[in-house]
């Protein structure tokens, strides 16, 4: 077997090759007047200056509103796989908190302690845990998404990459959107997008976008809900610019973000019917196990009332001074803060197996950055200072078989922390054609963390029996991260690159941990080296692009989560420190205008993660655990194209495909019942796959339709995951009960048709 099918999925040479090639050269004939040559141009501020895209050294994806709206891009969620090696999936058992997976480093819970792997960003200011990252997409007008360790310019938590939202700046001219959408499963959302004249020297904008969509799992009779999965979501925008004078200006930006959903169905896929010496067969009436499926359903019980409300404000404020035209000096001020609450089934059937009711949760953060960005003739360079503050806490109810007397545990943790950094960065033009660019940034940050565990048992006895007793710990952490890049010019049309960076997950303390030594405990701060070879092209009329990057990261004291058994029986997520990792792939991405009336793009991303090291109570169990969220393959097929002018518009088609091979939802051990290896308290790998899917998406639009007065329409029908494919997205998997494992599933097909007015 060569190497290339190796790589490939299975069936891909036969299928995928061809569709690629009928992708990429098909639909010639999808004539229409010109509307313009050549591939639109995207200036970015990764390196917190702007630049055109293709001459930024590194690996990086930009996506214009656009090209957002185009592929129905309206929330984070939506931006999985359009990047190589980028997977972004539900929180599962929630809708609020998303998974950012990127190159082979993921996380694999998403507890409120606990710190990214990825970076996220909106206007240049970090949104701290991932329960903030899940938002709608309002007056976007790009997104950029930076692969590999960010830990000079961006800082901590960026080890694995960053995505950066930029929204749109006021005009200052009277002008504004409204949208509906329709659908199925009784979606309707409306939006509202307006700018104000110009008032002295303030321009100001506005936004509101509203989406509500009914549950896509009904619930049986007598269930306290009547569905499961459902959404009504706000969101909020508003953005005032002050040009205070010709080299000053000023913003403000406040967003909000609600929601009060129903969770989704983890569904039940498996249980052992022996399981607890056969208890869980004689569990509520005809047992328990008879509820499992691997077949989607579209009805399910519940036996509490479900929900999921949250609500996350945020304000940022710029001063922008131009000293001198070479020299800007930039602050930015930030607060940010979410409340959410709930309560969720997570057993996925109308028995009272397994709850968590309610919940509490409360987050807060500051910032403060202070830049100075300039250039010379041959220089360029930024540098700055970054203060950071948050807090949070959590208040869990949980209960295992309350039908049985089992008490539930009570689980509350509040932790702090404060970090300050400095970072440089400079290039330098030796030649014409070679720039070379350093960067260093020191980190110093301090945590701590309360946190106690306790049953309802323990409570009435006033006593901590079977919980964790009050712990406070409190530790410093510092951090070092360094770039090199080495940038060479070799025409007008290419530009390659070779870059060394490094990056790291800050360490803390076990907000969920099930003993009180493993609570006082800390695992330390994950770190990342990385060895990157770029190359960027650009066809001399601008109507091909291709860029490719090589890279490989290794990762020291890799942070990991296990579960186990807490108070009341609840299985809890506990982070550990395992070893070494290695990840290392390649990325291809190409846009393609074979005529003006076509854009065509695509990208491929293969990955191949593995541990070094993995040590368990001393043993190394490298070779017994695959790396989670680590697809080896993933792709991306993108169409637009102008199918025809008329007076009533323009007339357009868009299709687009995404595949990603198989991968591990979260990490399970490769060793089986009889093997040295084997470990009863932890899932398989088996139990934790999550098989190959491609998706389809199209939609067909009709734009610039005439209303007078200089303001248009927009008619548009469109479709997602056109075939109906049935696919888990996600897995629990609890082996203290029975090796319950739970299901989330990708949405079904949905379809609808959106009308908005612009003027």
Do not use: C
């Not at 984070?76 to 359009?82: C, E, R």
């Not at 001074?321 to 930030?334: C, E, F, G, Y």
């Not at 869990?396 to 970090?419: C, H, M, N």
């Amino acid at each position: 077997m060569n190497k290339v099918s190796q790589v490939l999925p299975r069936g891909f040479a036969q299928r995928g090759i061809p569709l690629l090639v009928a992708g990429l050269f098909a639909g010639q004939a999808w004539a229409a007047d010109a509307v313009g040559a050549g591939l639109e141009e995207i200036v970015v501020t990764a390196q917190k200056r702007a630049e055109k895209l293709q001459d930024v050294p590194l690996a990086i994806s930009a996506y214009s509103v656009q090209q957002l709206e185009a592929r129905g891009v309206q929330t984070t969620k939506d931006l999985s796989a359009l990047a190589p090696n980028l997977q972004i999936s539900e929180s599962q058992a929630e809708h609020g908190s998303v998974k950012i997976a990127m190159r082979g480093s993921s996380l694999g819970n998403t507890p409120l302690f606990q710190e990214s792997m990825v970076g996220v960003y909106i206007d240049g200011v970090f949104i701290g845990k991932p329960s903030g990252q899940q938002f709608d997409l309002l007056d976007v007008e790009r997104v950029e998404v930076l692969r590999g360790p960010q830990g000079t310019l961006y800082g901590r938590n960026t080890m694995a990459g960053a995505l950066s939202f930029v929204t749109r700046k006021p005009t200052g001219q009277f002008g504004g959107a409204v949208g509906v959408d329709v659908g199925n499963y009784g979606k309707l959302a409306t939006s509202l997008s307006m700018d104000l004249p110009r008032m002295g020297i303030a321009s100001v904008s506005f936004g509101y976008r509203e989406n509500h969509r009914n549950g896509l799992v009904k619930t049986l009779p007598g269930s306290p809900v009547s569905s499961l999965d459902s959404l009504n979501t706000q969101s909020g925008r508003l953005a005032m610019n002050l040009d205070i004078s010709s080299t000053l200006q000023f913003d403000y930006r406040y967003d909000t973000n609600s929601r009060n959903d129903r969770p989704p169905l983890g569904q039940l896929t498996y249980v052992a019917p022996n399981a607890l010496g056969g208890f869980l067969d004689y569990y509520g009436a005809g047992g328990y196990s008879k509820f499992a499926s691997t077949e989607r359903q579209t009805t399910a019980g519940a036996n509490i009332a479900v929900f999921e409300r949250d609500r996350t404000e945020g304000h940022s404020a710029t001063l922008n001074w131009d000293i001198d035209p070479n020299n800007t000096l930039k602050a930015i001020v930030s607060y940010r803060h979410t409340r959410g609450q709930g309560a969720l089934d997570i057993d996925g059937t109308n028995l009272s197996v397994l709850d968590n009711s309610p919940f509490h949760s409360s987050y807060a953060q500051r910032s403060q950055e202070f830049q100075w960005v300039g250039h010379t003739d041959r220089w360029k360079y930024v540098t700055g200072l970054y203060f950071f503050q948050d807090q949070g806490s959590t208040h869990d109810r949980s209960q295992s078989f309350p039908l049985w007397g089992v008490p539930a545990a009570i689980d509350k943790y509040t932790f702090e922390s404060r970090s300050s950094s400095w970072y440089g960065q400079a290039d330098y033009q030796t030649t014409e054609a070679l720039t070379l660019t350093a960067g260093l940034r020191y980190n110093r940050e301090h945590k701590q963390l309360s946190r106690y565990t306790i049953d309802d048992a323990g409570m009435g006895a006033g006593g901590w029996a079977g919980g964790v007793p009050p712990t406070d710990s409190s530790k410093e952490f510092s951090a070092t991260t360094p770039m090199l890049t080495a940038a060479y010019k070799f025409n007008s049309q290419t530009n390659g690159y070779a870059r060394y960076a490094e990056g790291f997950r800050t360490g803390g303390f076990n907000g969920t941990a099930s003993t009180p030594a493993e609570a006082s405990r800390p695992y330390a701060p994950e770190k990342a080296k990385s060895y990157e070879l770029g190359l960027k092209w650009t066809s001399e009329d601008n109507r091909l692009q291709i860029n490719s990057a090589l890279f490989m990261s290794k990762t020291t004291d890799k942070q990991v989560v296990v579960f186990n058994a807490g108070a009341g029986g609840v299985p809890l997520p506990s982070i550990s420190n395992a070893g070494k990792a290695t990840s290392s792939g390649l990325e291809l991405e190409a846009a393609y205008a074979p005529s003006d009336t076509m854009r065509l793009q695509g990208s491929l991303g293969f990955l191949r993660s593995k541990y070094d090291s993995y040590i368990i109570n001393g043993i190394d169990e490298a070779s017994n655990w695959p790396v989670g969220q680590s697809p080896r393959f993933n792709m991306t097929l993108a169409m637009d194209a102008h199918i025809a002018k008329t007076a009533w518009g323009t007339l357009r088609g868009m299709l687009d495909y995404t595949y990603q091979s198989e991968m591990q939802s979260m990490a399970g051990q490769k060793a089986r019942p009889g093997d040295a290896l084997y470990r009863t308290d932890q899932p398989t790998d088996e139990e934790g796959n999550i098989a190959a899917a491609g998706f389809w998406n199209g939609k067909l639009l009709l734009k610039g339709i005439p209303m007078g007065h200089d303001s248009f329409g927009e008619v548009s029908l469109w479709v997602r995951n056109i075939t109906d494919k049935q696919h888990i997205a996600g897995r629990i998997v609890i082996p203290q009960i029975g090796r319950m494992n739970l299901g989330y599933w990708d949405e079904p097909r949905t379809y609808g048709a959106s009308f908005s007015y612009r003027w």
